[in-house]
């Protein structure tokens, strides 16, 4: 299968919304007293102006016949003038998703690579993301491309 990585464009707007739909799904079905069932869509306007915004990176994988079947979201992070911490850019892997019937076939990994490839680019002294702790298939597969866990961010969930 030819899978072609390349920049998202404000006309791929529409051709996300499968993918928004399965993440939606999943996070549903993993903490519905948290997230919404229907899928929070980017409007055409807050598309074009990621697809624009020079400080992100936005990646989309399509097949030859054209169906978008994965993409990434990123930004660079600028971390400056912390008391504690030094300065540093982080790449910052906002949402990366492919489609279920699409998975096990390299397009993660090269979706990560490219993610990679941009950060070094940039100058970014590391990449990160944030995972649910549900989502133990995307856990191993980051796992597997090298990543380590940097921090926890812990719950207690408060009945009412």
Not at 115 to 142: D, G, P, Q, S, T
Request: charged letters at 35%; a neutral charge.
């Amino acid at each position: 299968m030819n899978i072609t990585i390349r920049k998202a464009r404000t006309d791929d707007c529409e051709k996300i919304r499968p993918l928004q739909k399965e993440i939606a799904d999943l996070h549903y079905k993993g903490r519905p007293d948290i997230f919404r069932e229907q899928p929070p869509y980017f409007s055409e306007e807050d598309f074009a102006r990621m697809c624009e915004d020079q400080s992100a990176v936005s990646l989309i994988a399509k097949t030859e016949e054209g169906e978008v079947v994965g993409y990434a979201f990123c930004k660079v992070i600028s971390f400056r003038n912390h008391p504690r911490n030094r300065d540093f850019d982080c790449f910052y892997i906002d949402d990366i998703c492919v489609l279920q019937t699409f998975r096990r076939q390299g397009i993660g990994r090269r979706l990560m690579n490219r993610c990679r490839e941009e950060a070094i680019a940039r100058k970014c002294k590391m990449m990160n993301l944030n995972v649910w702790a549900f989502n133990e298939e995307a856990i191993a597969f980051y796992e597997s491309f090298g990543m380590t866990t940097r921090t926890k961010r812990m719950e207690l969930i408060l009945e009412d």
